[in-house]
């Protein structure tokens, strides 16, 4: 089954505790994606990833860390979180034929830092 | 900022059509319409995308005027499950050395009413 995978699904850590989200997905997409959803705020671009080794920043990507050193995985990093980011954050891979880039998104990682 | 504005709410009679409005007046040439949704608070997705001629599959239509300014996503038979907000973004497509940063609006959040 084509999917998009995270862990941990929940996670509550305190300010500081360095942290990783994992994201995999198998259906050999080029392109991924880091968002995270406030209430208020909608989905907003953290990272963005073209292929391996290529990544980028999106509208919020402070205080995060992204790496993509295989297709399948680009992990989420959170050196040093902070309450501020405290959040559901998903993942997203991107078919990225011509013409056709939809995403597919993961379940979710619902954060809570204090 | 979004480029996409779309009404914050609407509702629907079960089993009626339910339209929702897209307004993109400054889309390029190059950039495609999509549509995704979010139930709860699960992954968005993917529902459909269009460049100018009207589309269909097996979830719902999408219709893009002439002027390409503004288009509808119509779900032909709400059903209670299609209660979610639904996104319109719009991205180019194609160019491999100029991923764009994807921007989520705030979406209309649609209740599907029995």
């Known amino acids: 089954e084509a999917q998009v995978t995270q862990n941990p699904r929940y996670l509550i850590t305190v300010t500081g505790k360095k942290l990783t989200v994992t994201c995999s997905q198998n259906m050999n997409h080029e392109y991924m994606s880091w968002y995270r959803q406030d209430p208020g705020l909608g989905l907003r671009q953290i990272y963005y990833?073209?292929?391996?080794?290529?990544?980028d920043k999106g509208d919020v990507p402070e205080g995060y860390k992204v790496s993509r050193k295989e297709k399948r995985n680009f992990p989420l990093i959170l050196e040093s979180p902070s309450p501020n980011q405290t959040s559901l954050y998903f993942c997203?891979?991107?078919?990225?034929?011509?013409?056709?880039?939809?995403?597919?998104f993961g379940p979710g990682t619902r954060l809570t830092v204090t | 900022d979004a480029k996409t504005t779309q009404p914050p709410s609407m509702d629907c009679a079960e089993g009626r059509a339910a339209n929702l409005p897209c307004n993109h007046s400054t889309i390029s040439g190059n950039e495609y319409v999509y549509w995704y949704r979010q139930i709860h608070s699960q992954g968005p997705q993917y529902i459909i995308h269009g460049l100018k001629n009207n589309e269909t599959n097996e979830m719902a239509s999408l219709i893009i005027t002439e002027d390409r300014k503004s288009s509808t996503l119509i779900l032909p038979h709400a059903t209670l499950r299609d209660t979610a907000v639904y996104y319109c973004?719009?991205?180019?497509?194609?160019?491999?050395?100029?991923?764009?940063?994807?921007?989520f609006g705030p979406g209309t959040s649609l209740s599907v009413i029995p």
């Open positions: 990833s073209m292929n391996v080794e290529v990544t």
């Open positions: 997203a891979s991107t078919r990225g034929t011509s013409g056709r880039y939809e995403q597919y």
């Open positions: 973004i719009v991205r180019v497509a194609g160019m491999k050395t100029s991923y764009d940063k994807v921007i």
